[in-house]
Structure formats: C-alpha cells, structure tokens
C-alpha cells in the first residue's frame, strides 16, 4: 500500500500488515509530524488464535507486525518480503549466461581448433567444409570429385562410354587444376583400361567447382566400373 504524509505529502511504499488491523500510529521521517494509519478495506484479515495454534504458530509472530515499528522499518520488511523473487530472476539471468559462455567456447574451440578436431575425427572434415570453413586434411590438392555419373550409348554398332562430374575446390584459396585419369575397372578391383584427360578452366576459385565430361569409344567388355582420379603433378 502507499502510505501518505498528511503534512509534507511524502509518499511509502509498504506492506499493509505491518499496519495491522486496529491501525498504527507513524511518523514521517521527513517532516516529523504523526499520525494514525489504517489498513485499505480490502486487507485480508489476520487468522484467528485458535486457527494460529493449530498450524503451530505463535500469536506473537503474527502480531509482530503491530508493535511499534517505524515507516523506514515497515519499509525494510516490504523490500525482504520481494527479494526472493527479486533473487530468482537473477539467479535464472545468471543461468542463461553461462549456458551462453559455454557454447561460446564450444564454438571457439570448435573453430579455433579445427585442424586438431579434423586429426582426431577426419569425417568431420566435410561438415567444415560445408560451412565454407578451410581445415588441414591428407588432400594436398584441396579439390574433389563429386556427383560422378556414366553413360553409355551405341550407335551405329559402336558403343561410346561418357564420364562426367563435377571437381569442387574445398579451400578458401584458388586451386590449379590438374590432369583427370580416368580407370576402367574389372569385378576383380584391376585396371583394365586408362586415359587421362583436362578441363578447358586453368583452376578453381575458392569454394567454386567446375564440370568436366569425357568419353571413349568400345570400352573392354570386362570393365564393370568406373574410377576418376586427380593426378598430383608432384607426381
């Protein structure tokens, strides 16, 4: 409730229990002048002794708060009754802002220590370079071969084999582009036939890729697979 200094106007804020039901007599602590205050008409009643006695509580705690109490103290009561609330909201901020500290540092070591993640965990490689994020891996040349496909087709009593597929720079850097060989491979895993071709592209930009596409005519009846290499021309 606000209590108000009928004398100079200055405004409490307090808890009306510690009014009490017959009313208490205050003192402003600005002006000095004294009054009688009573509680609103809609303050819940105080419970009744007997009820008191049951629950095991002293009448003289539930009557503590009409002793002679000041406005600075019934003040102070007021600011102790709101401070568990007041406690749990900080205690819920403090909370989220560790959570926040903790996935910050997940992601810092995440980023920061990519390379020693990449040694530990090779195949999450992939999930950084999808995010465009250069990491340390065995592939010297930083490019790769994706979406691979073969097609066959015979015309005029000759069958021509096209390979085709798509070469990705995985790095953050332009990559020079190599030679493409390409292998025929039987059901036993051996090569039974090679050719090695290029791309009319000099190299990839950084996170681009380039198309290429080959073809042969009568591969080996025994070739069952196919299998696309980049030559290192370290090699």
């Known amino acids: 409730m606000i209590l108000t200094c009928p004398s100079c106007s200055t405004r409490y804020s307090i808890d009306p229990i510690t009014v009490g039901p017959e009313g208490r007599a205050v003192k402003c602590a600005k002006c000095g002048h004294k009054w009688r205050e009573f509680q609103p008409g809609d303050t819940p009643k105080p419970v009744a002794p007997d009820a008191l006695e049951k629950e095991n ?19 102070k009561a007021q600011s102790r009754n709101a401070s568990p609330a007041n406690s749990g909201k900080k205690r819920r901020w403090l909370a989220w802002l560790l959570l926040l500290l903790i996935l910050g540092a997940l992601v810092c ?44 087709v015979l015309k005029d009593g000759v069958t021509t084999l096209t ?18 060989k390409v292998a025929l491979i039987d059901e036993t895993g051996q090569s039974v036939y090679s050719w090695t071709t290029t791309v009319e592209e000099s190299e990839v930009m950084p996170w681009g890729q380039v198309d290429f596409s080959t073809s042969m005519n009568q591969p080996p ?5 196919v299998k696309v290499d980049l030559i290192d021309p370290e090699n």
């Open 221 to 225: 009846e025994e070739a069952k697979n």
């Open 57 to 75: 509580v002293k009448p003289e705690d539930a009557g503590q708060a009409q002793s002679g109490m000041s406005i600075e103290q019934m003040t």
């Open 163 to 180: 390979v085709s597929g798509i070469i990705k720079n995985i790095t953050d850097s332009p990559q020079a582009l190599p030679r493409i």
């Open 109 to 152: 070591g995440a980023y920061f220590g990519r390379n020693a993640v990449v040694q530990v965990w090779p195949g999450s490689a992939e999930y950084y370079q999808y995010v465009r994020i250069d990491v340390e891996t065995q592939n010297m040349l930083g490019l790769e071969i994706h979406d691979l496909k073969t097609r066959s």
